[in-house]
């Protein structure tokens, strides 16, 4: 049975709602984050970066949530949540890998960024050092942080002018991998009604039952507050 290393507010969460989504049978196995926000010590044992989502099913142990997605789906999905090969919505721009991978490799870093940028001028900060400190993520956030992810949402509404769902007219898992960057967006990056196709679209994925269901056995998910 597929066992899944869960981590509150994290990644993982998608993985859950994708096992949920694929009606696969697993177990979970919860990890609570640090005070420091960072992973327990514990998921080293599991995996040598001791981060989350890790998988195991049988003899695999796999890490990160783009190669768990591609793993699920291609070992247990029957076709469902990928596009059909050779349709437009799998061959156009290779359009569904590429928002497996844009996901996290280019919208994720400056929500990081921006989530940095607020503990460096947060109460952890020594309050002789706070005034320098904001004047830093200030400036960090007006001169990189603002106008990247401004660039990166503009972006997605456009695209999702275009299809309901990031693939086209269908859900696939590619709106899963989607989904936690633009969480992190609407929680700390801008993300608003000002933008109705993203927001319409973020409102609808957490509609879906799968959805629900992952949430209620995740526990607490913050980045949605």
Not at 41 to 53: C, E, N, Q, T
Not at 162 to 183: N, V
Not at 189 to 209: E, F, I, M, Q, Y
Request: charged share 25%.
């Amino acid at each position: 049975m597929i066992v899944l290393h869960h981590l509150n507010n994290s990644r993982s969460q998608r993985v859950l709602w994708l096992l949920e989504e694929l009606g696969l049978a697993y177990t979970i196995e919860f990890h609570q984050r640090q005070p420091s926000l960072r992973a327990p010590a514990d998921l080293r044992a599991i995996h040598p970066l001791g981060k989350s989502p890790v998988i195991v099913d049988g003899d695999n142990t796999i890490a990160e949530s783009g190669a768990i997605i591609e793993y699920l789906v291609d070992r247990y999905g029957k076709g469902r949540l990928v596009p059909p090969p050779d349709t437009e919505a799998r061959l156009r721009y290779t359009r569904y890998t590429y928002w497996l991978h844009y996901a996290e490799g280019s919208l994720m870093p400056p929500l990081l960024v921006e989530l940095l940028a607020g503990q460096i001028a947060g109460p952890q900060m020594p309050w002789l050092a706070r005034p320098v400190a904001r004047r830093i993520a200030g400036a960090l956030r007006d001169r990189f942080i603002d106008p990247e992810i401004k660039l990166h949402l503009d972006f997605i509404e456009r695209e999702l002018e275009k299809s309901l769902y990031f693939c086209g007219r269908d859900f696939t898992a590619a709106d899963i991998q989607m989904s936690f960057p633009l969480e992190a967006a609407a929680a700390r990056g801008g993300l608003d009604p000002s933008r109705p196709k993203t927001w319409d679209w973020l409102n609808r994925v957490h509609a879906r039952p799968a959805y629900r269901r992952a949430l209620e056995k995740g526990g607490s998910y913050e980045l949605l507050r």
